[in-house]
């Protein structure tokens, strides 16, 4: 039996989307909760669903003091302590979501991590390979991805068909697209039907976000949403992963509709800042991206990495 796994965090009230997820058979799912989070709420959504694990801020504090710290708190990125607690419950794949992500009927049902699939092959110039280019919605671009590689990597070209081991698979989503802060304020898209090739990748390094990602277990201690870089958290802990683990992340069709949660444009904008000034360069030097990580960013992953090393010594 596969123990598969669901990981959120949120400072809401439980949303159409969390529910759906805790009600899924054959799934478990950790939220973990962060200072601003109603845990009344959450505890008695527990007591509904016998496969809802809630983990507090007490707890948190307890079983992780230094990981916690170095994370901070009122940051999507409590979502790390979620990845060690399913690793450390025997978890074998792990779906890392959103609470604005509703989803679909299809979500879970084609997992394809584990499994060695045939998937279209796509390249395009440059370090990276934007997946948005191989959509319907192709002049618009994922966040994270360089903004200088743009103008080259509308069109990207495909190659062929190739068999791979998926590690990631990186499932697309509609309604409000996860783009950056420019190509909001240009284009403004919302309600979305994204329509690409089911199954593609590339040999190029791939931005990928945690709202509706699942991996393999053997992922968990070499991915992480990093801390103090602003909105590239999870982008550049994926490029990390694949970077570590030579490996690349595999896109399917829509499975979730986001219905996005009231953000502020200016504050993204503010937070985006450092990745549009720093990727390019980062993806062209991976060789050397530690050097690229804000000093606490880096305590941070190698606090999160000690975590596993820890767990495999036990």
Sequence with gaps: MVNKYIVTTTIYEPTEATERFAAMNDWTMIIIGDRK???????????????????????????????????GWDCIMRRNIGFIEAYKRGADIVASVDDDNIPYDSWGK????????????????????????????????????????????RNPRLLGIKEVKVAIQADLWDGDPDIDAVCRRIYNPTGLKLE????????????????????????????????????????WGGYIAQHILG???????????????DQSIDKNLADEVFGYLTTAKFLADM????????????????????????????
């Design 110 to 153: 084609k997992l394809l991590v584990g499994e060695v699939s045939k998937v279209y092959d796509f390249v395009a110039d440059g370090h990276a390979f934007d997946p948005l280019s191989a959509t319907n919605h192709s002049h618009l671009w994922h966040r994270g991805f360089p903004l200088n590689e743009i103008p080259t990597s």
């Design 287 to 314: 060789d050397n991206y530690q050097k690229y990580l804000p000093e606490k960013t880096l305590r941070a992953f190698n606090l999160y990495r000690k975590e596993y090393e820890a767990l495999r010594h036990s």
């Design 196 to 235: 690409s090739p089911n199954r593609f990748t590339s040999e190029k390094f791939i931005p990928f976000n945690s709202q509706n990602t699942f991996f393999a277990r053997w992922v968990l201690p070499h991915y992480m949403v990093l801390p103090h870089v602003g909105r590239v958290d999870d982008i």
């Design 37 to 71: 989070t109603p845990h009344d709420s959450y505890r008695e959504l527990a007591g509904h669903y016998p496969d809802l694990v809630y983990l507090d801020v007490e707890y948190q504090k307890e079983h992780y003091p230094e990981l916690s710290e170095a994370i």
């Design 247 to 261: 490996i690349r992340p595999v896109f399917t069709r829509p499975t979730t509709y986001q219905d996005r949660n």
